[in-house]
């Protein structure tokens, strides 16, 4: 999310895209090709996966190297930071962070007072507690999605398939202590209050065996319940599969496109997602670094979310998935 941001979009981001490709490898191959960190919290999750494509793939448009760090491990924020202070000792020509919580603070801090370009993507979590005390940080640039504002539009896209009469939405979520999902779910809640339809939280874990026992006890226990929202594929998956096993009409969706919910989104169980398209969060924020090395132009913010996925155009983003761009 970047509420402290403009947003750089639609056709000045092609153009820039464009540029960036036309400028990339010819000039930079007659010199030393710089090094840009790019730091990440995990290389297993499909999601980051994707991610470590598009930072590997800017490198090779862009003609510089890319370092694509992340813990052995998917042990947390805390993680990253030793990742962040080695890339340091490396002075690199740029360093991208996932900004999840203030944890991630005096790294960054250490970063800028070495002189190294940092920029922010995937997350930059500024709200409540994790707000930096250095100011220098809000005015980093990002390239990611704004959650509240996703949340916000996938509602009001998904509003068609409910009943035309306000009925009760129940809003999943996986990780109830993940801020970014409580961003989601605002954006859903403001969507749904405009239109008067009544809403209800189902706290959830990441173990989508276990919410499927729990969407599936919360259905059963009120029957006015017209539509889900899973604000992450852990609860949308499985509350799409009891709605296909039972023979329910109610309309599900959700953010992320894994390979299991684009799966129901091919057999209609899933009505339909918003996808942030991780594969140019990471290419972009080389991108920035690249521009900044040089050219010593400042680093722009990005909005890659906000691309509504539904039976319509799910071969496409298979595709795309398939390839690694998704």
Sequence with gaps: MATHRTWTRGLGVGMAALALAALGGNTVAAQEKPTVYVIAPSLTDPFWITEQNGAKQAGQDFGVNVAFEAPAQDTGDAAMVPLIQAAIAAKPAGIAIDYTSKTME?????????????V???????????APGDKRILGLSFVGQDESVSGETLTKAWLASLPAKPCKVLIVNPFPTAFV???????????LDAVHYPHDDLAATGDEGQNLS???????????????????????????????ENGLKIPVATFDV?????????????????????????????????????YSLSPVNINTGTSIVTTRNIGVVQACIDAGRC
């Design 258 to 294: 894994g390979a299991e919910a684009a799966k129901r989104i091919k057999d209609g169980t899933l009505t339909m997602a918003i996808n942030q398209q991780p594969f140019l969060q990471s290419y972009f924020a080389v991108a920035n670094m690249v521009n900044q090395a040089k």
């Design 120 to 130: 922010l993507y995937n997350n930059n979590r500024f709200e409540g507690p994790n």
């Design 214 to 244: 729990l969407i599936s006890a919360a259905l059963q226990a009120d029957t006015g319940i017209c539509g889900i929202v899973g604000l992450g594929n852990p609860a949308a998956n499985p509350a799409a599969k009891y709605v296909g």
């Design 106 to 118: 005096a790294a960054t801090v250490a970063a800028l007072d070495a002189g190294i370009p940092v």
């Design 181 to 191: 999902l409580t961003l989601r779910g605002d954006g859903v809640k403001r969507a």
